[in-house]
């Protein structure tokens, strides 16, 4: 068996992307329509993946980033909105089972935010603020590589200045 590779996620309301990446890092990928997901998604979702992995490699892990909220304690999608589909059906758990590999589960804006923060950028800076665009606007605040949530996400003096305290702590409060 040669090198392995990972297996990622990236489910918004309009789209759903997926990609293999070895530990090279070269990958490969697939988009299709959310609405592609409507009737079995658990079932739908795990043939894509099969599509896509490369034979004779073993899998490591899965990522998902998703559209929010998330659970992070049961890895449970809360998106009845734009993700009713995912949506309370234990995606997380039911690919752990299926390929029997770690999945990670987050937010797509926090997992796009430490994936930039981690590999993307030429620099190594302390901290990272990560606005995605999509079918919704997504936000996420990485400080010393480590997203900032909740009641981490208040506000935090710097020599620079902040700006306006009212709207930077509102935009850290939604990642």
């Known amino acids: 068996m040669s090198s392995g590779f990972w297996l990622g996620f990236d489910l918004g309301g309009t789209g759903v992307r997926l990609v293999v990446v070895d530990e090279q890092g070269i990958g490969t990928g697939l988009t299709m329509q959310t609405q592609e997901f409507n009737e079995q998604p658990l079932e739908r979702i795990c043939a894509a993946a099969v599509q896509l992995m490369p034979a004779n490699r073993q899998l490591l892990g899965i990522g998902i980033g998703s559209a929010g909220p998330i659970d992070l304690h049961s890895g449970e999608i809360n998106n009845d909105n734009s993700l009713p589909q995912f949506s309370h059906k234990g995606l997380g758990a039911a690919l752990a089972r299926r390929f029997d590999v770690p999945v990670w589960i987050d937010n797509d804006a926090l997992a796009a935010g430490l994936a930039e923060f981690t590999w993307g950028l030429p620099a190594s800076p302390s901290s990272l603020l990560c606005v995605t665009l999509g079918t919704g606007v997504g936000v996420a605040m990485i400080d010393q590589g480590r997203p900032l949530r909740g009641a981490d996400a208040h506000h935090r003096p710097s020599s ?14 939604r990642s």
């Open 160 to 173: 620079a200045g902040c700006g306006d305290l009212r709207k930077r702590c509102a935009l850290l409060g």
